[in-house]
C-alpha cells in the first residue's frame, strides 16, 4: 500500500487553505448542492472561486479522502440485499450496483456500463474484497443474471456453497429505499459527462452517507475537537 502524505504535503501548492478545499469536498457530495450552489457560499464568505476549481478539487482529493476514510471502516453484516438503479452518463443510462446489510449499512458499490452476469459477479467480488468476508445470505430482485452470476461464484467457489439466496421484493425495499439518499444527491448534477467523473463523485457521496450512517470506528483516534471539521482533520492527519 503506498503511504499517505502529510496535510502540507497533500495541499502544497493550492491557493486556497487546506479548511477552504476540504469543506467543499465534503459538503459537495452530502448536500444537495450544485458546484455553482457552493460557489455562492463561498462568496458569502468572502471567497471567489469558480465552480470548475470545486470540480477539480471533487475529482483530485475525493478518492484520498476515500481511501483515508476506509483504514477506519467497520465490517457490515452478512446478509446482503443487492440491486442495481440507474445514472445518467452523456445522455445514457449507466447501472449503479449497490448493497446494504439487514440495518441499511452500505456494503458496497460498483459503477458498470453492463447490466449482465459479468457486472454481477464483479460487484460481488469488489464487495467482498472490501468486506474481507462473503455474506451468507444474499436478497436478489427477480433479474436473472443477477440469480447466475451468484450460481456461478458457489460453484467456482467465490462463495459459499452454503449462500442462502433469496428473491424478494420486500426485503429488497430496505436497498431501494437506500438508492434514493444516492439518486436524490446526484439530481442536482444534471446527468454525468464522463464515465470516471461519475464514478468518483459517486464514490464521494457513497463515504459520506457511509460517514453519516456511522459505518466508521474512530475510538483509536481519541479525538480532541468533536466537530465535524475537527473529526475530518484527524482522520485525514492520522
Known amino acids: 500500500m503506498a503511504r499517505f502524505l502529510g496535510l502540507d504535503e497533500l495541499f502544497k501548492g493550492r491557493h486556497f487553505d487546506r479548511e477552504v478545499i476540504v469543506l467543499c469536498v465534503r459538503w459537495s457530495p452530502r448536500f ?3 458546484y455553482r450552489d457552493l460557489v455562492e457560499m463561498m462568496a458569502e464568505r468572502c471567497l471567489s472561486l469558480a465552480h470548475t476549481t470545486i470540480m477539480r478539487w471533487v475529482n483530485h482529493y475525493a478518492p484520498e479522502f476515500e481511501r483515508r476514510w476506509n483504514r477506519f471502516a467497520q465490517p457490515v453484516g452478512s446478509s446482503w440485499r443487492v440491486d442495481e438503479t440507474y445514472v445518467k ?3 445514457k443510462w449507466e447501472y449503479l450496483y449497490r448493497a446494504v ?3 441499511g449499512r452500505t ?3 460498483r459503477l458498470s456500463s453492463r447490466r449482465d452476469v459479468g457486472a454481477a459477479k464483479a460487484f460481488f467480488r469488489k464487495a467482498i474484497k472490501s468486506q474481507g468476508s462473503p455474506p451468507t445470505t444474499i436478497t436478489l ?3 436473472a443474471a443477477s440469480h447466475r452470476a451468484v450460481r456461478e461464484m458457489k460453484t467456482d467457489g467465490q462463495l459459499s456453497a452454503d449462500t442462502r439466496v433469496r428473491s424478494s421484493k420486500y426485503l429488497n425495499n430496505l436497498i431501494e429505499q437506500d438508492h434514493r439518499g444516492v439518486k436524490l444527491r446526484i439530481s442536482p448534477m444534471l446527468g ?3 464515465f470516471t467523473t461519475a464514478a468518483i463523485v459517486i464514490a464521494g457521496i457513497e463515504l459520506l452517507r457511509g460517514i ?3 459505518q466508521f470506528n474512530l475510538g483509536g483516534l481519541r479525538l480532541k475537537d468533536g466537530s465535524t471539521s475537527g473529526v475530518w482533520n484527524a482522520v485525514l492527519a492520522a
Open 32 to 34: 444537495k448542492l450544485s
Open 89 to 91: 452518463i452523456r445522455g
Open 101 to 103: 446489510d439487514s440495518t
Open 107 to 109: 456494503v458496497d458499490f
Open 141 to 143: 430482485d427477480g433479474y
Open 192 to 194: 454525468f459527462k464522463w
Open 212 to 214: 453519516h450512517k456511522g
